[in-house]
């Protein structure tokens, strides 16, 4: 018995790594079509290990495959583990013997402690369980053996070692799928952190030159620069400073629609990229823009922040021309007096500012 318990129990963390390797993104997903093939090869994985068991008499088999339905109740839900459950509930049927009924009460009291357990991880939002609750997970799991001819004897020689293996199964297992889990949300943060400003919590400029890489007809390209910046950290200091730039950030994201975006371009340079614009409706959109950041005092100034805008739209040039471009834009509205917009036009003319109904964010993208 302990030889095939040792042969299953290899079985099972090598199939529990195989089943790591197809999470391949964080958060992970609970729909869709990886979803449910995720949920198909949990599903296959009790089916296997059935095909190696120990059998202690005829038609009485033991092995891990509660193991697997334990772990999708946990993370994904009752629903889903009595649907990762139910294939080798069917073949466990299928097999018949007299050990059916202690089968089916088995995999049913690891569902419902599994169940009990998930609801109270929820309880605390990013708790997982911890190790010594897993025995717990199994303590029925081989009970009902007490029911067959002989229950007592088998109960005794067999509940301890399943009890041991479907732990140590559990604990090695989950483990495994455990430590991919920190792996790919570590690996999320950091492509995270590598794309965003620490400081306004905008795309940075590296997620910024990634984007304009891969500019459409109708988008516009902003560059925003914010007025006498250097006036503010003298007056008030550079933490002050640091505050206009996290309010000016908050301003400009306020304004962007669906898949338009807010960028911190350096310094006190931010950017924004707009999607889909009519090439008439771009001095307004830049001009809504500006007027969402003057609107109002700045909390940490008690004044009122203006910038200035330089806009250009798409065309098929190098990214390198299209900045070039917004930054003459912006140069000439810094040298009009600044708080304006200038949108750089074909020809290398410069379009002022016009007094247009801006255009309102689209709310339902």
Same mark, same amino acid.
């Given at each position: 018995? =302990?030889?095939?318990?040792?042969?299953?129990?290899?079985?099972?963390?090598?199939?529990?790594?195989?089943?790591?390797?197809?999470?391949?993104?964080?958060?992970?997903?609970?729909?869709?079509?990886?979803?449910?093939?995720?949920?198909?090869?949990?599903?296959?994985?009790?089916?296997?290990?059935?095909?190696?068991?120990?059998?202690?008499?005829?038609?009485?088999?033991?092995?891990?495959?509660?193991?697997? /339905?334990?772990?999708?109740?946990?993370?994904? /839900?009752?629903?889903?583990?009595?649907?990762?459950? =139910?294939?080798?509930?069917?073949?466990?049927? +299928?097999?018949?013997?007299?050990?059916?009924?202690?089968?089916?009460?088995?995999?049913?009291?690891?569902?419902?402690?599994?169940?009990?357990?998930?609801?109270?991880?929820?309880?605390? !939002?990013?708790?997982?369980?911890? +190790?010594? +609750?897993?025995?717990?997970?199994?303590? =029925?799991?081989?009970?009902?053996?007490?029911?067959?001819?002989?229950?007592?004897?088998?109960? *005794?020689?067999?509940? !301890?070692?399943?009890?041991?293996?479907?732990?140590?199964?559990?604990?090695? %297992?989950?483990?495994?799928?455990?430590?991919?889990?920190?792996?790919?949300?570590? *690996?999320?943060? +950091?492509?995270?952190?590598?794309?965003?400003?620490?400081?306004?919590?905008?795309?940075?400029?590296?997620?910024?030159?990634?984007?304009?890489?891969?500019?459409?007809?109708?988008?516009?390209?902003?560059?925003?620069?914010?007025?006498?910046?250097?006036?503010?950290?003298? *007056?008030?200091?550079?933490?002050?400073?640091?505050?206009?730039?996290?309010?000016?950030?908050?301003?400009? *994201? /306020?304004?962007?629609?669906?898949?338009? @975006?807010?960028? @911190?371009? %350096?310094?006190? $340079?931010?950017?924004?990229?707009?999607?889909?614009?009519?090439?008439?409706?771009?001095?307004?959109?830049?001009?809504?823009?500006?007027?969402?950041?003057?609107?109002?005092?700045?909390?940490?100034?008690? $004044?009122?922040?203006?910038?200035?805008?330089?806009?250009?739209?798409?065309?098929?040039? !190098?990214?390198?021309?299209?900045?070039?471009?917004?930054?003459?834009?912006?140069?000439?509205?810094? $040298?009009?007096?600044?708080?304006?917009?200038?949108?750089?036009?074909? /020809?290398?003319?410069?379009?002022?500012?016009?007094?247009?109904?801006?255009?309102?964010?689209?709310?339902?993208?």
């Amino acid at each position: 018995m =302990l030889k095939s318990l040792l042969f299953n129990l290899t079985l099972l963390v090598t199939l529990h790594y195989v089943l790591a390797q197809s999470y391949r993104s964080w958060p992970v997903a609970r729909e869709g079509l990886g979803y449910w093939s995720r949920l198909a090869l949990f599903s296959v994985t009790p089916v296997l290990l059935m095909l190696v068991p120990a059998e202690i008499q005829e038609g009485i088999f033991i092995d891990m495959r509660s193991v697997p /339905g334990a772990f999708v109740t946990l993370v994904y /839900g009752p629903l889903a583990g009595v649907l990762v459950t =139910l294939p080798v509930a069917l073949y466990r049927l +299928w097999l018949g013997g007299s050990g059916v009924v202690a089968a089916m009460s088995s995999l049913i009291s690891v569902l419902v402690i599994s169940s009990l357990l998930r609801h109270v991880m929820l309880r605390r !939002p990013g708790s997982w369980l911890h +190790w010594k +609750w897993i025995p717990v997970v199994f303590c =029925l799991n081989g009970v009902a053996l007490l029911l067959l001819p002989d229950g007592l004897n088998l109960f *005794t020689q067999v509940y !301890p070692a399943l009890l041991l293996f479907n732990t140590v199964g559990a604990v090695v %297992g989950w483990g495994i799928l455990r430590d991919r889990f920190a792996t790919l949300r570590l *690996t999320r943060d +950091w492509r995270a952190a590598a794309v965003t400003d620490a400081l306004t919590g905008l795309a940075n400029r590296r997620q910024f030159d990634e984007d304009a890489s891969h500019l459409e007809p109708g988008d516009v390209l902003m560059l925003i620069d914010l007025d006498h910046f250097k006036r503010v950290n003298d *007056t008030f200091g550079h933490q002050v400073g640091d505050d206009v730039l996290r309010e000016v950030a908050r301003r400009l *994201t /306020g304004e962007g629609r669906g898949r338009d @975006r807010a960028y @911190r371009y %350096g310094g006190e $340079e931010f950017a924004m990229i707009f999607r889909a614009v009519p090439e008439g409706a771009i001095p307004s959109v830049a001009e809504r823009l500006r007027l969402a950041v003057a609107a109002q005092m700045i909390p940490a100034t008690n $004044e009122r922040v203006t910038v200035s805008i330089g806009a250009v739209a798409f065309s098929r040039v !190098p990214v390198s021309t299209l900045l070039a471009r917004a930054d003459t834009a912006l140069y000439a509205a810094k $040298e009009g007096g600044r708080d304006q917009v200038q949108v750089w036009k074909k /020809g290398g003319e410069l379009m002022p500012e016009q007094q247009e109904d801006p255009v309102q964010p689209d709310t339902d993208s």
